[in-house]
């Protein structure tokens, strides 16, 4: 059973497992940080094709469809996604189609990579080349994979919507179990790469649930939409909602004072490699064995270490990427 349904079994809340947990934490040792820096690593979350904080969302999304009675998931990204082949991938080992719709971003061998899996993984993709062509063309999408008469169940960017974001909710109760265990310090911060919401809005909300004080910090790294603290704080209140209305008795509302975003560290625009990330990648690679990638995680930890010292401590860096291969 999930910490969520252990925490309210009377509620309505269908979930599947598909990773093991905990994930692991442990501090970073070797990066000159003046602040008690640690991490949790999600990269190994998943029990195949691909892992990561994407896998945590699909244990809550894939049961819902189901629960929806809906048989194809359409949903959104850039072209380099790891989201959209995370659901591409289990979804297919689940008995959902996958439609995907997909926005030109700048293209390195990370996104050369990903393309080719995304190409291999039976999911059907629409590739445009702006957020405002992709909106256009949606409902097309949509009602050309109609069946029976039923849409696709839609998902927004990175699975993103209440229902996703129960995974983060589930992950906070897990951290706050790690902490109560003395596996590490409670964190004052946590730091997070944003790049569609779904993951701070659940930490947010399950930190509060479990009662720790930690506050959200999330390194923004998409410009395509508003990620600022009222909008990922809104989705947050939203999964609140979601959890009410299944029948869980949940008072707990997110503030302002819960967590906060900044783009500081996002560079030229979404999929855009930063020296200061790209520099992180390599020095947590060699000194901490940490393998990041140049969109999200390297940029999320440029901001650890260029904020080192002002953020307060200790600090929790979740490292969200899962560099399995796919088949």
């Known amino acids: 059973m999930s910490r969520l349904g252990e925490r ?6 269908p979930h599947i497992r598909l ?3 905990p994930t692991p934490v442990r501090r970073l040792e070797h990066l ?13 979350f998943g029990n195949g094709g691909w892992g990561g904080n994407k896998v945590r969302k699909l244990e809550w999304i894939i049961p819902e469809a189901h629960r929806r009675g809906k048989d194809t998931l359409f949903t959104v990204g850039g072209i380099g996604t790891h989201w959209g082949l995370a659901a591409a991938l289990y979804g297919r080992e689940h008995g959902l189609r996958v439609v995907l719709g997909l926005v030109d971003q700048p293209i390195d061998d990370h996104v050369r990579g ?7 993984s039976g999911a059907e993709m629409y590739r445009c080349r702006t957020v405002g062509r992709l909106r256009i063309a949606a409902p097309w999408i949509l009602a050309r994979h109609a069946r029976r008469g039923r849409l696709p169940y839609y998902l927004p960017a990175g699975g993103s919507s209440p229902i996703g974001s129960l995974g983060y909710v589930e992950t906070a109760l897990e951290i706050a179990e790690q902490v109560k265990a003395g596996e590490m310090p409670e964190p004052a911060t946590l730091v997070t790469a944003v790049g569609s919401g779904g993951t701070a809005a659940g930490l947010a909300l399950g930190l509060r649930l479990a009662g720790l004080r930690t506050r959200v910090l999330g390194i923004v790294v998409n ?5 600022d603290a009222v909008t990922v704080t809104r989705l ?13 008795d ?9 967590l906060d975003t900044t783009s500081a560290w996002m560079g030229d625009t979404y999929g855009a490699a930063t020296t200061a990330g790209l520099e992180s990648l390599e020095l947590a690679a060699e000194r901490e064995e940490l393998d990041l ?12 270490r260029g904020l080192d010292g002002s953020l307060a401590g200790p600090v929790l860096f979740l490292q969200t990427h899962g560099p399995r291969s796919a088949p």
């Open 236 to 248: 947050a209140n939203r999964t609140a909602s979601l959890l009410r209305d299944r029948g869980a």
């Open 114 to 120: 990903q393309l080719d899996r995304l190409a291999s």
């Open 293 to 304: 990638e140049p969109v999200y995680t390297a940029k999320a930890m440029a901001a650890v």
């Open 32 to 44: 000159d940080l003046r602040s008690e820096v640690w991490v949790k690593d999600e990269a190994g």
């Open 223 to 227: 410009d395509s939409f508003r990620l």
């Open 19 to 21: 990773g093991q947990s």
């Open 250 to 258: 949940v008072g707990t509302v997110v503030g302002p004072h819960d």
């Open 8 to 13: 309210f079994p009377a509620a309505d809340l």
